[in-house]
């Protein structure tokens, strides 16, 4: 039976926080990059290091732009888990879109992902690394403010606004016509 989340006299309002452990039977896909894991399951990817650091995230995941894209944490990540098997078995073949073999672009794949997700554990050892990190990251979402605020502050250019009009004027005199050929054909009925 389940965990009693809430009942008359009180709420656990940290159930809602619980990371449920990976059951075997969720898992739908597993690869081992040797210092590290990639396990999918219907819910989401896990990265899980040698040292037992985790990263689970969810198909919505999104850049810090907002956009469920390629560029996505998850998307990275089951690219990864995808890739390594193909990449593993024609790691002597010339990738066609990359100037090297498969090999060495799935070695390029493990330290990419490697070094991305093992960065918040590791960032901690060095009290001047921590800070520059967190300096260059405040730095970053400074930036990201500005193109925010400069991208809601721009108006769309008047072309678009005419050709917007232009539309509506065309798509209401199009269901004023087929309100009049409905009228036509009940009244010569």
């Known amino acids: 039976m389940g965990k009693t989340i809430a009942n008359k006299k009180n709420v656990n309002n940290k159930a809602g926080y619980v990371v449920k ?3 075997v039977k969720d898992i739908e896909k597993e690869a081992d990059f040797g210092t590290f894991k990639i396990t999918r399951t219907r819910e989401c990817i896990a990265y899980t290091n040698y040292v037992g650091y985790s990263v689970i995230t969810k198909p919505y995941t999104t850049t810090p732009e907002g956009q469920a894209t390629k560029l996505s944490l998850y998307e990275w990540l ?4 995808e890739m390594q098997e193909y990449l593993t078995e024609h790691k002597d073949e010339k990738n066609p879109d990359l100037d ?3 090999g ?3 070695e390029q794949v493990k330290i990419i992902t490697e070094a991305n997700l093992t960065k918040p554990c590791v960032v901690f050892t060095d009290a001047d690394y921590a800070t520059e990190e967190a300096l260059n990251h405040i730095k970053w979402l400074n ?3 500005k193109q925010l605020q400069a991208a809601m502050t721009q108006t769309p250019p008047e072309e678009d606004e005419k050709k ?3 539309e509506f004027g065309r798509a209401v005199g199009d269901e004023n ?3 009049n050929l409905q009228l036509d054909n009940i009244e010569g009925d």
Request: avoid cysteine.
């Open 21 to 23: 452990p990976v059951a």
């Open 78 to 81: 089951n690219y990864a888990l």
């Open 100 to 102: 090297m073999t498969n």
């Open 104 to 106: 060495e672009w799935l």
């Open 143 to 145: 930036e990201k403010t």
């Open 164 to 166: 917007n009009e232009e």
């Open 177 to 179: 016509l087929r309100n």
